[in-house]
């Protein structure tokens, strides 16, 4: 991927009952605060992210965390981490 083009993501998290209530993305795990919140029927709908266009470095590690919550309670959540490589864009 290149740091000129969206990064997506497509959230596929089920429950054993119920229904995901919210889903938390974190483009950038580094940061504290996610940079997307989703309240409302967040599953099986497409996110995305666009990272800061770049030439040096020549590519840059994100770690994107998602968690997907159940409930009004904070401790029904589960969470997944990908790494992903974002290149400097074409000149």
Known sequence: ????????????????????????????????????????NPANKTYSNLYPDFQNPTKKLYQVKLVARSGNSAKCADSTYQTITINQSPK
């Not at 995901?20 to 997307?36: E, G, H, K, Q, T």
Request: hydrophobic share 40%; net charge negative; proline share 5%.
């Open 1 to 40: 991927m290149c740091s000129n083009t969206p990064v997506k993501l497509t959230d596929l998290s089920t429950v054993d009952f119920g229904t995901v209530s919210r889903l938390d993305i974190y483009w950038n795990n580094a940061v504290a605060n996610p940079v997307d919140s989703i309240d409302q």
